[in-house]
């Protein structure tokens, strides 16, 4: 079965300090990724997503970046963080194809004070 | 521009007392229309996937239905583990990727 993984659970980072947080999925190959972000009161919204090693697409102009480096692994960064850039992020995977069902990972809540 | 809009915002049932939350969608041409459960400080949870007007799905105390403007999500005899968020999300657009969410209905049941 197919599992996805966050990492860190929870981040309490300052202002102007960089961001790493990582995604990796198991148990599947070529997966589409999706980095999305849910602030209080919000609905999700979608940040960045894959369908392919090295390949990004944008989906919000902002202060953070995505990367695929490998097949199952999904990055999101950023140089230096803003107050607002506060929220939990959360990672999902489809198996492919555009209507697929997509899964969540169990989520990063970041806090930039 | 697609929109989603759950209501009610928030909903406190007693144990065992049935009712529906609502997903109003407006989207250039419907693909697929998504339901998650979120806990508290969780990921969201798959729950069931829509494509077309009439189609039902059911799961548990759960079912789902779909029309062309809205989905419903009956819950019949609820149960305080099933106090979530419930989160409807639509899908539309050929070559989109895009999920557009609504903002969920936060479900209470007191035992």
């Known amino acids: 079965s197919q599992t996805i993984h966050q990492w860190p659970a929870t981040l309490v980072q300052p202002v102007g300090s960089p961001l790493s947080l990582e995604c990796t999925v198991e148990?599947?190959?070529?997966?589409?990724l999706y980095w999305y972000r849910q602030a209080a009161g919000r609905g999700l919204q979608l940040l960045f997503y894959s369908v392919g090693i090295g390949q990004i697409s944008s989906e919000v102009p902002q202060n953070l970046s995505a990367s695929r480096p490998q097949d199952r692994q999904f990055i999101l960064s950023s140089k230096k963080l803003l107050l607002s850039d506060s929220g939990f992020y959360l990672c999902?995977?489809?198996?492919?194809?555009?209507?697929?069902?997509?899964?969540f990972g169990p989520g990063t809540r970041l806090l930039v004070l | 521009e697609d929109q989603v809009t759950q209501s009610p915002e928030a909903l406190r049932l007693q144990e065992g007392e049935s009712s529906s939350l609502n997903c109003s969608y407006t989207v250039s041409g419907l693909r697929g229309l998504f339901w998650y459960r979120q806990d508290p400080g969780k990921g969201p949870e798959f729950l069931f996937t829509l494509y077309s007007a009439g189609e039902e799905k059911e799961k548990e105390r759960l079912k789902a239905t779909l029309t062309k403007k809205e989905s419903f999500l009956h819950i019949t005899a609820p149960k305080p583990e099933d106090s979530a968020t419930y989160l409807c999300a639509v899908n539309s657009g050929a070559g989109s990727y895009q999920l557009t969410f609504g903002k969920g209905t936060k479900l209470s049941v007191i035992p």
């Open positions: 148990g599947t190959s070529n997966p589409n």
């Open positions: 999902a995977w489809t198996s492919g194809g555009e209507v697929e069902t997509q899964y």
